[in-house]
């Protein structure tokens, strides 16, 4: 059995982990330096973040992948570096996990992170759906190779791009799950419909479909409420830890560890079955997620649904 089933079924739900970056900027990453390349150069930042949502009671966690692809990477002169950055990251998670289940008897499982490449596909730029292929595929390989259970695309926009990172991720014959971002209107950056996407998505044999980052945990719930269910495809919510201010030159969120754990019983009511943080989420934040009592609450309607949305702003 999948790991994913397997801990669906102990619990009901998994709890995946949180933000990456912004957690690395509060461990001295400087804005603009690619995150991935600490999967080498501070690789005791990166398996202790690991460490520290595990403890906190993540189910999942993320590789230090994100931008792990040769797009990404070409604007740190890095693209030559694909297979050792994208290695690199999925041994360190992989080792975390693998710690774990040594001393406490717990399975964490490890997905592969996949972001977007950053470009435009043609006709609006040069990439062509091959060459995102490609490139996806190069870094799904080596995740593969690092030893993930799972690849986890993430922050996608548009069609283009999903259906080429499921393209490229397929290749390993690994599961595959896919997220998007919206914003307040309820579409992506691309004008992309979360119904719509959860349907297309759906239909390429993945094993979840959801959203992740966005503007709140309420926008983001919205927008995954609009996805219906699929048999065999798993649902995720994934959203950023509130609002981001600029604050005395530093992004911060005002989402507090009480609103994240509001937002997760929410969630799981609402039958989403993979739910974690996003941007400015902390391992004090999915701890306050996990320690949260889990009662079942009914959902009895979408207006009873959006009350208990709102309230998670107000």
């Known amino acids: 059995m999948f790991i994913l089933d397997r801990l669906l079924d102990q619990k009901g739900y998994v709890l995946a982990d949180g933000a990456t970056g912004t957690n690395y900027f509060m461990l001295g990453l400087e804005t603009g330096y690619p995150p991935e390349l600490w999967s080498l150069e501070k690789p005791e930042h990166v398996a202790g973040l690991h460490r520290r949502f595990i403890e906190a009671g993540s189910d999942m966690i993320l590789s230090n992948s994100f931008g792990g692809t040769r797009h990404r990477l070409k604007l740190h002169q890095s693209e030559h570096r694909v297979a050792e950055l994208n290695e690199a990251s999925a041994r360190l998670a992989r080792a975390e996990a693998k710690h774990q289940l040594e001393t406490t008897g717990r399975e964490v499982m490890v997905a592969g992170s996949m972001g977007p490449t950053g470009e435009l596909f043609t006709p609006l730029g040069a990439l062509t759906h091959e060459e995102a292929v490609d490139a996806f595929t190069e870094q799904a390989m080596a995740l593969a190779e690092g030893g993930v259970d799972m690849l986890w695309i993430e922050t996608i926009s548009s069609f283009e791009e999903i259906f080429a990172a499921i393209e490229g991720a397929k290749k390993t014959g690994l599961p595959v799950g896919a ?136």
């Open 179 to 314: 997220t998007m971002t919206f914003d307040t209107a309820g579409k992506s950056m691309m004008g992309v419909d979360p119904s719509d996407f959860a349907d297309q998505v759906g239909q390429r044999d993945v094993i979840a479909v959801g959203a992740n980052c966005g503007i709140g945990p309420s926008e983001l719930m919205h927008a995954v409420m609009a996805m219906p269910p699929r048999d065999g495809v798993y649902r995720v919510a994934k959203g950023n830890c509130g609002i981001p201010e600029y604050v005395d030159g530093h992004i911060h969120y005002h989402g507090t560890p009480e609103l994240m754990a509001d937002y997760a019983v929410l969630a799981r009511d609402a039958g989403v079955e993979i739910i974690g943080g996003c941007c400015g989420t902390t391992p004090e934040h999915i701890k306050a997620m996990r320690l949260k009592k889990w009662c079942t609450q009914l959902i009895e309607g979408p207006q009873k649904l959006n009350v208990k949305i709102f309230a998670l702003i107000n």
